[in-house]
T-cell receptor, first 116, second 115 residues
């Protein structure tokens, strides 16, 4: 069964460093998402991506964040200069693009980012 | 903006007990409602959904009814099993189709089922 994969499962970094979180969505899906969950808090939407551009982003997704689909299979989230408050579990999701009805978002297992 | 509130956990039950996890929402339009489940070490999986008022979503013995009058979508199961131990997330989407379709989640409720 196709699934969304994410690497690494756990990333530890120093404050101010750049990190790239990687996701491989399901191969025929067209819509891609990043969410995050700070420990003990809600899962929060960060950004959605379609047709090689951002379709929607939240207030959290400021200039320090960027997304890219560099090679048609990977979908990456880059944080340019990490802050302590970026420590969270980051989830990638993908969705098919069939017209009409609801298309389920399929989630990866998450990457736990720890900023020291 | 849209928001989802669900009961805090952990919820600890004995096997075969009845489960209710409460979820209420605030939305400006007519959202679709979902329950996602996360088993240890895995990603979020869609458990069930309802796209309009009075719809009942059901899967694996779990049920939830979209109640517009009370803005609720409570999750129920008549007889839980140890294998149901997981974290359950209530969520809404403000559009069924379209480029965004972002999900707004509650905080999650951890369920522990004991023998």
């Amino acid at each position: 069964e196709p699934e969304v994969t994410q690497t690494p499962s756990h990333q530890v970094t120093q404050m101010g460093q750049e990190v790239i979180l990687r996701c491989v969505p399901i191969s025929n899906h067209l819509y891609f998402y990043w969410y995050r969950q700070i420990l003990g808090q809600k899962v929060e939407f960060l950004v959605s991506f379609y047709n090689n551009e951002i379709s929607e982003k939240s207030e959290i997704f400021d200039d320090q964040f960027s997304v890219e689909r560099p090679d048609g299979s990977n979908f990456t989230l880059k944080i340019r200069s990490t802050k302590l408050e970026d420590s969270a579990m980051y989830f990638c999701a993908s969705r098919g693009g069939l017209a009409g009805g609801y298309n389920e978002q399929f989630f990866g297992p998450g990457t736990r980012l720890t900023v020291l | 903006g849209d928001s989802v509130t669900q009961m805090e956990g952990p919820v600890t039950l004995s096997e075969e007990a009845f489960l209710t996890i409460n979820c209420t929402y605030t939305a400006t339009g007519y959202p679709s409602l979902f329950w996602y489940v996360q088993y240890p070490g895995e990603g979020l999986q869609l458990l069930l959904k309802a796209t309009k008022a009075d719809d009942k979503g059901s899967n694996k013995g779990f049920e939830a009814t979209y109640r517009k009058e009370t803005t609720s979508f409570h999750l129920e199961k008549g007889s839980v099993q140890v294998s149901d131990s997981a974290v359950y997330f209530c969520a809404l989407s403000d559009r069924i189709t379209g480029g965004g379709n972002k999900l707004t989640f509650g905080t999650g409720t951890q369920l522990k089922v004991e023998l």
